[in-house]
Nanobody, 126 residues
Framework: QVQLVESGGGFVQAGDSLRLSCTAS????????MAWFRQAMGKEREFVAN????????NYADSVKGRFTISRDNTKNTLSLQMNSLKPEDTAEYYC???????????????????WGQGTQVTVSS
């Protein structure tokens, strides 16, 4: 069982930065591929970024590419999302997700992931 807890959300102005963190309660964090998703009010959950179990492979949604950076520290069981140049359209609940690294499939789909955090709200004001 993997427990994920996000933190770092908040209310910011357009152009500001935020850093989200996700702490995993699991024996071997490096056995899990990780991702960030977000869900705006009234919309479906959407992929933001994913990272391989060792941190070497990353992938981003076009809407955040060049502004967001996903990273992980396997020694601290943490996943991060550095968000720069935030826009009002980035306003959403942000979730971290985990899946066993041996799983094959589309890592941009929410169904790929077995474990989810409770979410942290990011609100960007114009």
């Amino acid at each position: 069982q993997v427990q994920l807890v996000e933190s770092g959300g908040g209310f910011v102005q357009a152009g500001d930065s935020l850093r989200l963190s996700c702490t995993a309660s699991v024996d071997t964090f490096s056995n899990f591929a990780m991702a960030w998703f977000r869900q705006a009010m009234g919309k479906e959950r959407e992929f933001v970024a994913n990272i391989g179990s060792r941190g070497g492979l990353t992938n981003y949604a076009d809407s955040v590419k060049g502004r967001f950076t996903i990273s992980r520290d396997n020694t601290k069981n943490t996943l991060s999302l550095q968000m720069n140049s935030l826009k009002p359209e980035d306003t959403a609940e942000y979730y971290c997700a985990a899946a066993n690294y041996k799983r094959n499939g589309d890592k941009t789909r929410s169904g790929f992931y077995d474990y989810w955090g409770q979410g942290t709200q990011v609100t960007v004001s114009s």
